[in-house]
């Protein structure tokens, strides 16, 4: 795609409105042996869909088309078809199918498979594929399907676990597991596709040491069974490589502070090494024989998503001769490192270490909004790490606390519409990584289990006195909003620390802990079953003192709340317990359910329920009148917008 520089946007749309419509795409994913055969996510259509792009012609196509979007897809490794899932309204409960990548009819992928939660899928070259499935009755089971022949079961167990890659040879699966009964912390088991285990990694000591791996991929070179995962023995998120064949592992030389990621480059000599601190996040190279790292240069911001793609005719499984090789690597083309960047100031895009723009959608661009600052603010547990935005002007401005959902993941320096929107309106906008949140070590992320909920706010609740004292937010007009987890702690937070608040958002929140429990897909239930201890037959008081229904009746802040009537992790029943009890008191709130999951695919849904919580925060805050209109703002042309929410 290429810029569109002759699409004029409505001059009476409102910057806010263009950053969520302006056509944007996720970093390519490409086909391991045919790397100009690439896969990307766009919402060109005003729906997010999967796109097929030839790079070799330039041909981009259109491969799903859905009322409700479509994000979840992957290529074969030989790059001929698409594998994309497919359920019904966003409820994450369906099949996966398949589309050749010219395009053409989609069919099933396993006939024999019924419709299920995914629990992860793996492909390899002779066209077998590992398929996972989740369910209610099951649990977690995963299967072995060859062409031509009934799937077969090769694993089962009640706990959460899921398929994480195959070996380049097809003869080594690995998989993520909780059986110790610890969904925070899963344990690694390398498997036959028989069924039988070759070897066991579990740093958690069967659930005994709060301790989790992941599975990052194998060596994507033939004849080489080097697993790289990701471990937290150091107290943060690190790789290091696994030989399952042998036992042994070796420890990375990678001296950055913050949690540490990693891929393979296609020839499996280097690592590319995705560094997080402190809420930005940049690139480096690895050298796995030298041991040397090396800065790949990024802007400031945050690095959603990166790959390092070989050239045509290089790397696994590519043609070519080895003079041409040769000749590609004096001339630095044989591998191109990819990556999608943005701050809060600027839109994504998708560019190359190269410093070109490697997908660029047509029509109009998204405007920019305001740079993020820093706070640190002392909490009961430690210094909890703030994002701050502020409109044009003096404070102390009307603010809204943006919640991050997770728990476990953290705000950054990186381009969102929502609270762009909020700016454009005159709110200054907090976002507080709190206890819960990734990026700040393990006994971060791991230190709210048992008084979930209370202990985030907490930590929101001092930034939120900081905020006041420091003359930024007006204390009268406070607004606490956020969606998923973030909007669970909203309610939460509405009930708990009722004279903080003039105004609650929720979207697709928990609001009654022990409904949501009996009714949310499995893999949920044993996340909750970590987080309290027990499920709520066996600790009662945790989720009873957990869940926002239980202070219900304190709300006093006008409250809003959005919910998707097909949602399998936030269930709309436990919704709709907590609004009769609104009711039944005649408390101030309105309702918003829409046909879709959890969040919605389709542009123009979110901008309406973003257009419906500004609404009712302007009509419930007091001095509403002093805020800023929606007018349309004037200007030069801004950068083009490449990410999405």
């Keep these: 795609m290429t810029q569109n520089t002759d699409v004029t946007p409505d001059p009476a749309m409102p910057d806010w409105e263009k950053r969520f419509r302006a056509p944007r795409v996720s970093l390519p994913d490409w086909a391991e042996d045919a790397p100009d055969r690439s896969l990307y996510v766009s919402n060109v259509t005003g729906t997010f869909e999967l796109y097929a792009w030839d790079r070799a012609t330039g041909e981009h196509r259109q491969v799903t088309d859905r009322p409700n979007g479509t994000t979840d897809g992957v290529l074969t490794p030989d790059g001929e078809e698409i594998w994309w899932f497919s359920d019904t309204d966003g409820d994450e409960f369906g099949i996966w199918m398949r589309q050749p990548f010219e395009g053409g009819d989609d069919e099933p992928v396993v006939p024999g498979l019924e419709p299920s939660f995914p629990a992860g899928l793996a492909i390899g ?9 989740s369910t209610d009755e099951d649990g977690t089971t995963i299967h072995l399907c060859r062409p031509g022949e009934e799937p077969v079961e090769i694993y089962r167990h009640r706990e959460s676990a899921g398929v994480a890659d195959l070996s380049h040879d097809g003869t080594l699966l690995v998989v993520e597991h909780t059986e110790h009964g610890d969904a925070m912390h899963s344990a690694l088991r390398v498997m036959r596709l028989d069924g039988t285990t070759v070897a066991e990694l579990d740093d958690s000591e069967g659930g005994t040491k709060e301790l989790g791996l992941t599975a990052l991929g194998f060596a994507p070179v033939a004849d080489d069974s080097r697993l790289l995962v990701a471990h937290q023995r150091s107290g943060r998120w690190e790789p290091m490589i696994w030989e399952p064949m042998t036992g042994g592992t070796t420890e990375l030389s990678i001296d950055l502070p913050g949690d540490v990621s990693a891929d393979w480059y296609p020839d499996g000599t280097a690592l590319l090494v995705s560094h997080s601190h402190q809420a930005r996040s940049d690139l480096w190279r ?21 790959t390092v793609r070989p050239a045509p005719g290089a790397g696994s499984g590519g043609a070519g001769s080895a003079d041409a090789a040769a000749d590609r690597a004096r001339q630095g083309r044989e591998v191109s490192i990819e990556y999608l960047w943005s701050s809060a100031a600027q839109p994504p895009r998708v560019r190359s270490a190269a410093g070109d723009v490697v997908l660029d959608p047509p029509g109009m661009a998204a405007p920019p909004s305001v740079p993020v600052e820093d706070a640190w603010v002392e909490g009961p547990g430690g210094t909890v790490h703030a994002l701050v935005q502020k409109p044009e002007g003096e404070g102390p401005f009307p603010t809204v606390f943006d919640v991050h959902g997770g728990p476990t993941w953290h705000d950054s320096d990186a381009f969102a519409g929502q609270p762009a929107a909020w700016i454009d309106h005159g709110f200054a906008v907090v976002r507080v990584n709190y206890r819960g949140s990734t990026g700040y070590g393990r006994e971060w992320t791991d230190a709210l289990k048992h008084r979930v909920g209370l202990i985030e706010l907490e930590d929101i609740a001092a930034v939120r006195e900081w905020a006041v004292d420091s003359g930024l937010a007006d204390p009268r007009r406070l607004v606490l909003g956020g969606g998923s987890w973030g909007g669970y702690l909203t309610l939460l937070g509405l009930g708990t620390q009722p004279d903080a608040w003039a105004v609650g958002l929720a979207a697709v929140p928990v609001a009654d802990y022990v409904t949501a429990y009996h009714d949310e897909m499995e893999a949920l239930k044993s996340l909750d079953r970590t987080l309290l201890g027990g499920s709520p037959e066996e600790v009662p008081e945790r989720y009873e003192v957990s869940s926002p229904l239980t202070y ?15 949602d399998p992790r936030c269930p709309i029943r436990q919704v709709e317990n907590y ?4 009711e039944r008191r005649g408390a101030p ?18 901008i309406k329920q973003l257009r419906l919580e500004i609404d009712f925060a302007l009509r419930h805050l007091p001095d509403s009148s002093r805020y800023p209109s929606q007018a349309p703002k004037t200007g030069p042309a801004p950068a083009p917008d490449h990410g999405r929410e």
């Design 125 to 133: 070259r002779d066209g077998t594929a590992v398929v996972g499935r």
């Design 286 to 306: 690895y050298d796995i024989a030298s041991r040397a790292l090396t800065r790949v240069e990024t802007p400031p911001g945050s690095v959603a998503d990166a």
């Design 552 to 566: 219900v009746d304190d709300v006093r802040a006008p409250v809003f709340i959005s919910a998707g009537v097909n």
């Design 579 to 582: 609004v009769r009890r609104l």
């Design 589 to 606: 709130h309105e309702v918003y359910r829409y046909d879709a999951g959890h969040g919605s695919l389709v542009v123009e849904e979110r």
